[in-house]
Each structure stands twice: as C-alpha cells, then as structure tokens.
C-alpha cells in the first residue's frame, strides 16, 4: 500500500506543478468527466483526499446512497471562489493517506483519471507511470459500472497496451497506449488515432452509449 501511497502523492504533485500557472480563464472549461469543468474536478480531487471510510459512509447515507448527489456536495463543499484557493487547499491535502472504503488500486484509477479529465481539455501532457496505469486498467475491468468501473465497457475484448505490459481479455483486440485505454474503459473520450485494432470501434461505441 506504501507504494501505491507514494504514486498517488507523486501523481498530485505533478497536477499542481500543471496547474499553477493556470489563467483564469481556463478553471471554467469542461473536464473529460460530463458535467464538471476543470475547476470542479479539482474540488473533487480535494474531497476525495480528505474523505475517511466512515466519513465516506456518512455522507453518502446522507445523500441517500446516491454517488453522484455525495459527489457534488463534496464539490461544493470544497469549491473555493478562487480557483486559486482550491488549488492551495489541494497542495495541503496532497500528502493525505485517507481514503474511502475502496480497494487500493481505485486510488490509482482517481488520480490518473481525474488528472487527464483536467490534463487534456487543457492540452497539458503527462508521461504517467505505465506499470501503474495497468494497475488501474486492471482494476477498472473487474469493476462493474454501477461502482465508476469498466468492466462491461472491456467485456468480450483484448486490450493490449503498446507501452507496457498489459494483454487482458479475449475478443477482438484494442491496441493503444495504456492510459488511453484506462480513459475508454471509464467513459473518457480519446483521440481518434490512439486506440486501434478490430475492437477499437465497439469500444468506442460503448463508451458513447
């Protein structure tokens, strides 16, 4: 777990070395995840490090066991005015080791994730650590949807990661850099040319629908 803790802190650091420097304009643009723009992903990366299990449990029995309605009172909750100041609140989060009663590979899935829902309307760039995604990809496909995983998205598929050592599956193949296939299997767009193959298309088609 240390060693997932340590990618994780690593992870948060690089998006606020990304963010620093963001103008003001750009908060407001729309994240990859539907609903929320740059700014509000950012609050939610800050929720998600400061939740506890039983904190977690609370708030979403609160919330009437609803994911997305505790999601958006944690970002709301952590929504400064200032971007800026959400920003601070997140680099004195950063180092946190608190987390919601979830396997640890989902505290990759969040950083990685989240990151490029930020990273790529922005077109900022990001060299992740492959092995690392593969965790997470991994963990995405024995998850099923109703709990923000991928596993009917991966369903009857072999992805293959051209960047690290990762073939899951079997169907037709999807051949693509790891991360772009960690984005597809959770409902994230990708580039046209990133994700290749005969099951490339249904892939697509699954995120879409």
């Given at each position: ?78 929504r400064r ?88 599956g079997t ?39």
């Amino acid at each position: 777990m240390s060693e997932i803790w340590s990618v994780v802190h690593a992870e948060r650091r690089a998006l606020i070395r990304d963010l620093e420097d963001l103008p003001a304009q750009q908060w407001a643009t729309p994240s990859l995840c539907p609903g929320w723009d740059v700014h509000d992903v950012l609050a939610h990366l800050v929720d998600d490090a400061r939740t506890t299990r039983l904190g977690f449990l609370g708030r979403l029995a609160a919330s009437g066991f609803d994911f997305d309605r505790c999601n958006d009172r944690g970002i709301a909750r952590e929504r400064r005015a200032d971007p800026g100041g959400t920003l601070a609140a997140f680099r004195a989060v950063s180092g946190r080791t608190t987390s919601a009663p979830a396997p640890r590979a989902a505290r990759l899935v969040e950083v990685f994730v989240h990151g490029e829902d930020i990273r790529r309307p922005l077109s900022v760039r990001r060299a992740c650590p492959a092995a690392h995604v593969a965790e997470a990809l991994r963990y995405q496909l024995r998850t099923g949807g109703r709990l923000g995983g991928g596993r009917e998205r991966g369903a009857g598929l072999r992805l293959v990661a051209t960047d690290a050592d990762l073939a899951v599956g079997t169907g037709p193949e999807v051949h693509g850099p790891v991360l772009a296939l960690l984005l597809a299997v959770s409902g994230r767009p990708v580039g046209s040319d990133e994700l290749t193959g005969p099951g490339a298309a249904v892939l697509a088609r699954r995120r879409t629908g």
